[in-house]
């Protein structure tokens, strides 16, 4: 019998961390290691080659968007060739200021920029579970932003946890965890 409760004991605690915004185990990191900045350093040159991203970057229509992203943005979806591999890449570019116009952005790209949002799609087995994106936001210039934790935003982040870049896509967004692919 005293078996049988310690093994009911260990699935329920083993269902509770699955379940729980908890990774399983402590060194589980889902996010924010220097492999994880590696790749996000590599991938801005990737994309500065590409004109993807930085001052010189490839120009399109804005739009008025919704938090936590800026009030106007431009989207770029494309694919890039990246560690000699065909890789979809979606860039987002957030602006801010006040009263800002898809004009006043448009006119002069670099002026209201605070941030660009990068959703990379990885290989297979990287993230199966959230489509296998690699997630990360810069500032103006390249450099990886942090969150509130002072914790890097690259890799699956906040993977299991109730907010950021994962859950509010897989609560809001559609197909293959994007809004753009919602309608
Ligand atoms: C609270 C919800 C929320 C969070 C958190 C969030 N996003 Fe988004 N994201 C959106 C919405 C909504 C859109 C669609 C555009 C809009 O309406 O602003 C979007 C659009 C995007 C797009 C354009 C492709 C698409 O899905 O339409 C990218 C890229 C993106 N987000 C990346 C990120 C990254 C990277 C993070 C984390 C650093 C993140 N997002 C966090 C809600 C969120």
């Known amino acids: 019998m005293k078996s049988i409760t310690s093994t009911l004991i260990m699935t329920l605690a083993l ?69 000699e591999e065909n890789r979809q890449v979606i860039i987002k570019a957030n602006h801010m200021g006040n009263k800002i116009t898809n004009k006043d952005v448009y006119t002069d790209q670099n002026k209201y920029l605070k941030a660009y949002t990068v959703m990379f799609k990885m290989e297979a087995g990287y993230d199966p579970t959230n489509m296998n994106w690699f997630w990360v936001k810069y500032n103006p210039n390249g450099e990886i932003l942090k969150n509130p934790k002072n914790e890097f935003i690259a890799g699956k982040f906040m993977k299991g946890a109730n907010k950021g870049c994962i859950a509010c896509h897989q609560a809001g967004g559609g197909e293959d965890l994007q809004f753009l692919t919602k309608h």
Not at 31 to 59: C, H, P
């Open 15 to 83: 269902v509770i961390s699955v379940f729980s915004s908890q990774p399983l185990f402590a060194d589980d990191q889902f996010y924010g290691s220097d492999a994880d900045i590696t790749f996000a350093n590599n991938l801005w040159v990737a994309l500065i080659n590409a004109k993807l991203v930085g001052e010189n970057r490839i120009n399109v229509q804005p739009f008025q968007g919704n938090a936590p992203h800026g009030a106007t943005q431009q989207v770029l979806n494309t694919t890039i060739l990246f560690n």
